[in-house]
């Protein structure tokens, strides 16, 4: 996945550093496009850094609904 993306991440489309280790945040990480449900299919996985691929989450996850804190 890292070579076929040519180790540029696909969330910043900046060079991965193939020295650099986790957990460094511009190490090599894998962004699942479509989460973690789908598993380690090839066709859902991109080459990223470890602070992209944080700072995207999971494509999943979505917002709760807001709860009432207080009543006025």
Same mark, same amino acid.
């Given at each position: 996945?890292?070579? $076929?993306? /040519?180790? *540029?991440?696909?969330?910043? #489309?900046?060079? *991965?550093?193939?020295?650099l280790r986790n957990p460094h945040p511009?190490?090599? @990480?894998? #962004? #699942?496009?479509?989460?973690? /449900? !789908?598993?380690?299919?090839?066709? !859902?996985?991109? @080459? @990223? #850094?470890?602070?992209?691929? &944080? &700072?995207?989450?999971?494509?999943? $996850?979505?917002?709760?609904?807001?709860?009432?804190?207080? &009543?006025?």
């Amino acid at each position: 996945m890292l070579n $076929r993306d /040519r180790w *540029i991440c696909q969330l910043c #489309h900046r060079v *991965i550093n193939p020295l650099l280790r986790n957990p460094h945040p511009q190490s090599a @990480a894998v #962004h #699942h496009t479509r989460g973690k /449900r !789908y598993g380690d299919d090839p066709r !859902y996985l991109q @080459a @990223a #850094h470890r602070l992209c691929n &944080q &700072q995207a989450g999971d494509p999943t $996850r979505h917002d709760p609904e807001p709860k009432v804190m207080t &009543q006025w």
